[in-house]
């Protein structure tokens, strides 16, 4: 059963716009953590953000942000003053937490193309 | 301070040959996985060394196997190649003895291997 959900088709926004990139997650652990990370077409994948479940507070990291809605299962990416270089494939993972797991399971992605 | 380092950048096989790839953790590092990304799809995990063990391990065949060694470097190794192994190979390292909740995997660039 697919674990992480995205589901948006490729996103066009402005420069300097905000985007909200969705996520939805299944799972039944009460611990467990939600990253978002950036694939550039170079390939690699560039961490942005983490959530933890039992983290009370929206996490921010400079232009990033993640909507944690928990009783929905949703971890939505907000990034805010869109940049050109922000034109990427988006990908919400999440990891099972128990000691020593650190697989991540991983969506299908949301491409953005930041236009100027 | 070195990141993810993997070998080589691309790679052409045809069907039935063997290959393998190699990934060097970021310094202070101990845990390797690998990952499959497939065109058009988030990474798929492969397995997880810990300790030089096959820690945990996706839903892949005994096709492919791997290793670690002493200095915590890795190996990827895929026997009888297919076409849909086509992908791109993504190492990701870990301090997973750290015990944290938060564990940050960093990736390096990935392998792409073409299956002719």
């Known amino acids: 059963a697919q674990k992480i959900t995205q589901t948006q088709p490729g996103m066009f926004v402005q420069e300097k716009e905000a985007v909200t990139l969705d996520c939805t997650y299944d799972?039944?652990?009460?611990?467990?953590?939600l990253f978002w990370y950036k694939q550039p077409s170079s390939g690699e994948m560039i961490f942005l953000i983490y959530?933890?479940?039992?983290?009370?507070q929206n996490a921010t990291e400079g232009r990033y942000s993640l909507n944690f809605q928990k009783a929905r299962k949703s971890a939505n990416l907000v990034i805010s003053a869109s940049q050109l270089g922000d034109s990427a494939m988006y990908f919400c993972?999440?990891?099972?937490?128990?000691?020593?797991?650190?697989?991540?399971?991983f969506g299908k992605g949301n491409q953005v193309v930041v236009i100027p | 301070d070195a990141g993810v380092t993997q070998s080589p950048t691309h790679l052409i096989k045809t069907r039935g040959q063997q290959v393998t790839l190699r990934c060097s953790p970021k310094?202070?590092?101990?845990?390797v996985s690998w990952y499959q990304q497939a065109l058009g799809q988030g990474p798929q995990f492969i397995f997880q060394?810990?300790?030089?063990?096959?820690?945990q391990r996706g839903n892949f065949p005994d096709r492919f196997s791997g290793h670690q060694f002493p200095n915590y470097s890795s190996e990827l190794n895929v026997n009888a190649l297919l076409l849909g192994d086509s992908a791109l190979y993504l190492c990701?390292?870990?301090?997973?003895?750290?015990?944290?909740?938060?564990?940050?995997?960093?990736f390096g660039p990935g392998t792409r291997l073409t299956v002719l």
């Open positions: 990701a390292s870990s301090l997973v003895s750290s015990g944290s909740i938060y564990n940050e995997q960093f």
């Open positions: 799972t039944s652990d009460q611990s467990y953590g």
């Open positions: 959530q933890g479940s039992y983290d009370e």
């Open positions: 993972a999440m990891r099972e937490t128990f000691y020593g797991n650190n697989r991540l399971a």
């Open positions: 310094s202070g590092h101990d845990t």
């Open positions: 060394y810990y300790e030089e063990e096959e820690r």
